[in-house]
């Protein structure tokens, strides 16, 4: 493939972004604005699709729809993403609260369970990172909203339980691998005090197994029995990484050598680095005993080493750049600033 003038803002990889994101367009065309969970690329939304989606798959669209927007000049990807976040924020309870599953053609809620995790989590992300990128404070506003409930609901001495979005009462008590990305969202709207609580939290129980179980039973002070395994997620890994400012804070440094133990520690092998399944502590040794599941933590692996380099390397000592992102109009360098 031939570079053309212009790349990277221009050529053929942005013909085929533009000609994947056409071909998602139908799962928008509901009565609600919101999306379909599922599309066939060739035909379309498949007949007898379920309209119910999680809400994360409602909200997670902004930040490429409308990088995709200012770069080709064609504004309906924008648009529609836009009009799923406007529609999504009409459904909120009386309380201020979404729930995990909507039924996008009717904009009922099938599922009432509200946290800051699985279902639901990228969403709040995408609306603050939407409002940066977008210069947009409608979107910001949303975000800020929603903290003030999130707070009021859900925060249990800086963990933030699952509740029923219609009463806030308390449904599961339990911090899930997916939150972790919370703190991070907070820095980015200047809560520090608030972000760096909530990771030691985080840390501390990172620090018990090694990793962040799926599920951890915040009461009882332990990993969930069936939801114990670590599948390679990086949200506390990118929160961390968002929180530590500045880099020479020498707790934060701890934490990241502690990252780099457990996984040299615990998801090595003999062929590479491998998803934990499950882990738990024996009663007759007291010691944790990993279950190595087949996955490659390929993704995490090259993430993290070049987040860890780039932490705890000064830039004067870098040879070689960790990251890079071209930047060829203002439109990029508003998300140059989000990651």
């Known amino acids: 493939m031939d570079l053309e003038p212009g790349w990277p803002c221009s050529g053929p990889l942005l013909r085929l972004a533009e000609d994947v994101a056409t071909r998602l367009l139908p799962a928008f065309d509901t009565k609600t604005g919101m999306p379909y969970g599922t599309v066939n690329l060739v035909n379309g939304v498949p007949p007898g699709e379920t309209s119910v989606t999680c809400t994360a798959g409602v909200g997670t669209f902004v930040v490429e729809f409308a990088t995709l927007s200012r770069l080709t000049g064609n504004p309906v990807f924008e648009q529609v993403a836009l009009r799923a976040l406007r529609a999504l924020w009409k459904t909120r309870t009386s309380i201020g609260l979404v729930g995990n599953h909507i039924d996008v053609q009717l904009g009922v809620w099938t599922a009432t369970d509200s946290g800051i995790g699985a279902g639901v989590d990228s969403y709040y992300e995408y609306l603050v990172k939407g409002a940066i990128m977008l210069q947009m404070p409608e979107l910001m506003h949303m975000f800020k909203e929603y903290e003030k409930t999130i707070s009021k609901y859900m925060k249990r001495d800086d963990w933030y339980f699952w509740v029923e979005n219609s009463s806030g009462k308390v449904t599961m008590p339990v911090f899930q691998s997916l939150e972790a990305f919370w703190p991070g969202l907070l820095t ?35 990993a969930h029995p069936k939801r114990d395994g670590y599948p390679s997620d990086q949200s506390w890994l990118r929160a961390w990484c968002t929180c530590i400012k500045p880099p020479t804070d020498p707790h934060f440094l701890e934490i990241g050598v502690d990252i780099l133990e457990s996984i040299m520690h615990s998801a090595k092998t003999e062929c590479g680095y491998a998803t934990v399944s499950s882990f738990s502590c024996t009663s007759v040794i007291e010691q944790l005993v990993y279950i190595i599941s087949a996955g490659l ?36 360098q508003h998300i140059c600033a989000l990651f």
Not at 194 to 215: C, D, I, M
Not at 314 to 325: H, M, T
């Open 188 to 222: 980015l709207i200047g809560d520090l005090e608030n972000a760096r609580k909530s990771l030691y939290n985080y840390h501390q129980v990172w620090r018990e197994y090694g990793f962040t179980p799926e599920f951890y039973e915040v009461v009882h002070g332990r």
């Open 297 to 332: 933590m390929s993704a995490v692996i090259v993430r993290l080493l070049a987040l860890l380099y780039s932490v705890h390397t000064p830039p004067a000592e870098r040879a070689v750049p960790v990251f890079s992102l071209w930047v060829c109009h203002q439109h990029l």
